[in-house]
Each structure stands twice: as structure tokens, then as C-alpha cells.
């Protein structure tokens, strides 16, 4: 009984001295975040919610004023015409770049965190981390004059008795060239979680007499997940929302959902119509990060 | 015009989203578009400046890329005291949404192009100009004294700077001959070898050549179609399409596929023939037969600007024969001003002659100059295909 009275008395002063700290300290943390909050809230989310009224905006034909009415005019103009071809001409090139850089960054990834020495790692992060330093718009007119006719790969392949592959101004310039501009960005979070894993995991599967596939598969694999779903959701938004490449390096099939935006936005004036096409990535990346998410991708960040 | 040849690619957007919702912060509420039914300009009567009184100080300019270069401003704002802030536009729209609100008492000039003047006129972001302080208004061309595309009922909304045209630029290699007709940029033999702007002005350039090739369209004039006119003229460019390589975005674009021999032939500026042969490349270009669309540029005076003085001042400077001289060979384009040819020729031999400066007016009335096409025709019925239809129907053919 009186043991029972002496915990409480006892515990009560502790608990006391606790909750008005943790007060204080809830006082300081929300002070400190409010201005980073407020930006986030004023400038980030309300221009996000400005564009997605404007969506629903329309542009007076005859006097190209925008009409402030409620319509859903817009989407209905973005799934007809060359619209959805463009919208799924992106997302299969962001898959394709997505699918591509994580199996050309696996390997390396792996050789980087696994089996190279200190030493030579870090001379391996330099490499893969260089490129960054240089300007997109320079490694694109790199793959310019390497792809197109007269250029590097097509003389390799006369000197090599083959026929011309003329890359150059396709799809498949395109392809090349984000796969090789968002490789770091794949490599990287790879890179990260692979070499999170400990060694016991690893010898503990040899121990329990799995070969090195089903190591690989079944403990290597799942645990990398993270890292390649993180991975995943740079290289696929990065090419989603690009449109310096195609407009360099494109052919004549090679319009992407953002310059349909630029061009609408900036040649059109249409700004409501660039809203409703600008809403497609947003609601696209929600879906892939939200299936991110469930598979674990957030852990690895 | 250059939107191509400048950039705005400079800037770039990695999510694109970003940009694009700040964007819609600035410009939601900006109206961009062309006049009124009624089509009045709004700005017609504001009386303009009578004397040019003492500079302001600075000067803020709307241009293209390459318009506020230091070899005429450095002197300018020595002479005029006159501090220039130059902000370089992309393209035509985009400085039609920077001048939204009379240049919103920050701008005093921009460089527009004619696709953009009545844009302007009629949004009542520019307002006229007293030509009478302009000196050397009077030795300009005669067909760019008072222009249709910046001039409306005899009231001037700025003074015209540089113009050219849109010329058949094509391989020697292949034509032996110079082409005579637009004709081969929809040829089938050419498949996959033909370039064209990717901009939605283009589709001025097929109306033009439909204009004499189906007489029975009865196109009188490529920026002013009707319904059934644009849709001919549409069903042509989708059916270019297969034969184009490319729709280029940068004078350096077309100057590459040229120089790397993925096309033969293409729609072009001069800059880019001059360029190729100056790097020795064979190629050479023309107007053929059927005429051909050109640009023309001028500056205008923004509604609300600050520093009229200042902008009275510049409008005389880059009119003056040397700096026009300067301009047209720094950026490869013709000027207004007609003494400017012997100083062309003398910063540059036969550079007078390479930008056509030196042609009979004959010539110019050829070039059917860049307008925005409205609803409203010359025939006086508003059924003409308007500029947003332009821009929607662009986007399906390249889409």
C-alpha cells in the first residue's frame, strides 16, 4: 500500500520535470521548422494547388483571354488527339530508362560496395559521381556528335564491316542518352544499401548451405530493394519531367509530356491547358511512389 | 522567331513541375491573349510623348537574345547616362506573359516579333509611339515605316529593328540545281532528310505554299485561314511528318544536321546558310516561286513604362545606321535602316549582300511577314482559325 503511494510520489516528480522540458523543447522545435513549413505550405503546396485549379481553367478561343469558369475541358482535350500517345510514349521511355539504368547500376553497385577495396571504391564513387559535375547540356550534344550520322558510332561500325546504325535524332538517341545521364542516381542509393548488409547474413546463408544464386536471391536481393526502388524513383521522375533532351536529341516522334507543357505554356498561352497536362506526371508519380512506398522504398533514403 | 536560335533551353527544369507551378504563381491571373471581339486596340488613345526630355537613368528591355549586346549598349549608356538591364525571352509567348500588364511598370521596351505585336497591341500592353522623334524613322524601308503587324489605323506601336526571311535552305550535293518550289519539303523522295522549325508559325509556311500549289483552297493570305483552309494545311504537315528528321529547335540544330548530312533539304533562316558556308559546307538557299514567310522585329513601348525618356533614346540609337549595321551582322538578319548597307559591307565584306539588304523592294513584298493569326479576317467575317488553334493543331502534328 504504502510501497504503491511511494512509486507514485516518486514517479510523479520525474514525470513532471519531463513533460514541462518536452513542452519547451515542442516550443523550440516548432519555431525552428515554421519558416521551412511555411515555405513548404506557402510557396510549395499553394502553387501546387493554384496549378491544379488553373487545370480546370479554360482560354477563350477567339480572345485568348483565360476564362475563369470551372470546366473539365482540358482533360477531356488531353485524352484525345496526340495527347495520350505522347503521355504513353513517355511513361514507357521512363519505365525503359528506369529498367535499363537498374541493371547496367546493379552490377556496378555491387562490384562498388562488395568486392572492391577501400581504396579502389572510392575511386569508383569519384568516377560514377564525376559526371554530375559536368553540364547536361553538354554530355546530351556529346551523344549528338557520337550518335548521329558521320559521327563516332557510325564510323566504328563501317570500320567494323557493319551497316550504319544511324542513331541519331530517334527514340533510341533518347533512350541512350537519359539511361546515361541518370545512371549515378540509380547507382547510388544501390550502392547505399548494398553495402548496408551484413556479412553474418551472407555467411549464415552459406552456412545454412545456400548457393550463392539463392544468397544472392533470396537475402542480397530483398535487402537492395530499398535501394533500387529509391533509385528507381529518381531515374523514372528525372526522365518524366524532362524536355531539354527530346527537343535536342528527339527525332521527329519524340515529344514528351513536358514539351507539350513548354510548348503550351510558353508558344501556346494556353497556361490552363500546360496545367491539366502538368496534373499526368504529378498523378503518375503518386501512383509509382505510392507502390514505392508499400515495397519499402523510403527506407533506404 | 529565335526562339530557337537564343535558347531558353538555357534554363533547365529537372522535375519541369516546379518551374511550371512558381510559373502558374506569376502568370495565372495575367490575361496573354490577343484583343476583343471588337478588336480595338485599348491603348490607341494615349497621347505619346511630344519631346524627349531628360534621361530617366536606367532602362529595363524585354529582348531577344543577342539584342542588348555591349557593342551598342556599352556606348549607348555612355551617351544617354542611360543604365540598360536587358531580360532575355525564350520565345514570342513568353514575352507576351512578361509584358502582360503594360510590361507591369517594370519594363519600358521588348524586341517583339511580329507573331507577337498584336498580341500586344490588343492586350493593351504596348502604346503608340511619336515616330516624329524617331531621326531616322524616315531612311527606313518603305514597307517597314508603317507595317501592318505593328501598325494599326496609321498609329505606330513601336519602331521596326531587323527583319528576315524564311529561305529554302538546301545540299548542292543533292539538287544540282537551285529548287524552284517548296514542293520538296513534302516530297516523298526525301523521306526522312527534310527539317523544318518546330514552332507553330510553321504552319504559315505550308498555307503559303498551298496558296499557289491548290489554288482552289482560295488562300489569299497564310495567316488568315479559314476553317476549311487550316485543316488542308494541317492534313499537308501531318503528312510531311514521315519525310522530317528532325523539327528543329536551335539555329545550331538545323546547322548540325546540315553539316552531319541527315537532311538534304530545309525551311531556314539565312544565319544558318551563312554559317554552313562559312564552315564549307555545301549548301546554299533561296526563295522559291511561291515567296516566303519571314520574321520581322520592333521594339515596343510598354504601357506602363517607367523610363519613357530612356526608351525614346534607345529607340534612336538602334535605329541609327551603324548600330543597325552592328546588329544585322552580330546576329545575321536585315536591317530597317536603309544607309546601313555600306557599313555592313564595310564591318564585313559582302555581308550586305549575304542578309539581302541590298534587294528592290520587290523583293521584301515577296516575304509574307510573321503575324498572329486571329479570328477576325481582312474579309471582315471572324471566321479565321485563331492562334490557339495554331498552337493546339501543332501539337498534334509533332506530337
Known sequence: MTTSVDTKAKSGGPRALHSSALA???????????????????????????????????????TSQIDHQLTGSN?????????????????LLAALVTITDAVVAFPFAYVMARVATQRSQRLLLGAVLLPLWASYLAKVYAWISILEKGGALNWTFSKLGLPDPNLGFTNGAMWIAFCYIWLPYMIVPIYGSLERIPNSLLDASADLGGSSWSTFRRVILPLALPGLLAGSIFTFSLTLGDYVTPLLIGGSNSTLIGNAIYENLLNGGNLPLAAALSVVPIVIMVVYLTIAKRLGAFEAL | ????????????????????????????????????????????????????GKGEGKLNLIAWE??????????????????????????????VSLMANGGGHQYDLVSASGDADLRLIYGGDVKPVNMKLISDWHQFRPF?????????????????????????????KTFKTAPTSWSILYSKKYSGE??????????????????????????????ELTQAQFTATINLLKSQKPLIAKYWNLASDEINLFQSKTVVAGAAWPYQTNTLQANKA???DTIPKEGATGWADTWMLATNAPDPNCAYKWMNWVSTPKVQAEQAISFGETPANSLACPIMNQMQAGSCDGYHANQPDSYFKSIKFW?????????????????QQWTNAWTQITG
Open chain 1, 75 to 91: 482533360f477531356s482535350q488531353i485524352s484525345s488527339g496526340a495527347y495520350p500517345s505522347i503521355i504513353l510514349r513517355t511513361v
Open chain 2, 66 to 95: 543577342g539584342y542588348a549586346t555591349p557593342q551598342w549598349v556599352k556606348p549607348f549608356e555612355t551617351a544617354t547616362g542611360c543604365q540598360v538591364n536587358a531580360k532575355y525571352a525564350g520565345s514570342s509567348g513568353e514575352m
Open chain 2, 1 to 52: 522567331m529565335k526562339q530557337s536560335l537564343m535558347g531558353g533551353f538555357g534554363r533547365r527544369t529537372v522535375v519541369g513541375l516546379m518551374a511550371l507551378s512558381i510559373g502558374v504563381l506569376s502568370v495565372a491571373v495575367i490575361p496573354s491573349g490577343a484583343g476583343a471581339a471588337g478588336l480595338k486596340a485599348p491603348t490607341a488613345g494615349i497621347k505619346p510623348l511630344q519631346k524627349i
Open chain 1, 24 to 62: 519547451r523543447s515542442r516550443w523550440r522545435t516548432a519555431f525552428l521548422l515554421s519558416p521551412p513549413l511555411l515555405w513548404f505550405l506557402v510557396i510549395y503546396l499553394s502553387s501546387l494547388v493554384l496549378m491544379l485549379i488553373t487545370s480546370f481553367w479554360s482560354v477563350n478561343d477567339f
Open chain 2, 144 to 172: 517597314l515605316k508603317a507595317p501592318s503587324f505593328n501598325t494599326i489605323n496609321g498609329v505606330h506601336y513601336g519602331v521596326s529593328l531587323q527583319f528576315g526571311p524564311n529561305v529554302l535552305l538546301y545540299s548542292t
Open chain 2, 371 to 387: 503575324k498572329t493569326p486571329l479570328s477576325t479576317c481582312d474579309n471582315g467575317k471572324n471566321d479565321c482559325v485563331p492562334y
Open chain 2, 194 to 223: 527534310v527539317t523544318v522549325p518546330n514552332n507553330p508559325i510553321q504552319i504559315a509556311d505550308a498555307a503559303l505554299y498551298l496558296e499557289s500549289a491548290k489554288p482552289s483552297l482560295g488562300i489569299t493570305d497564310p495567316y
Open chain 2, 282 to 284: 555545301a549548301v546554299a
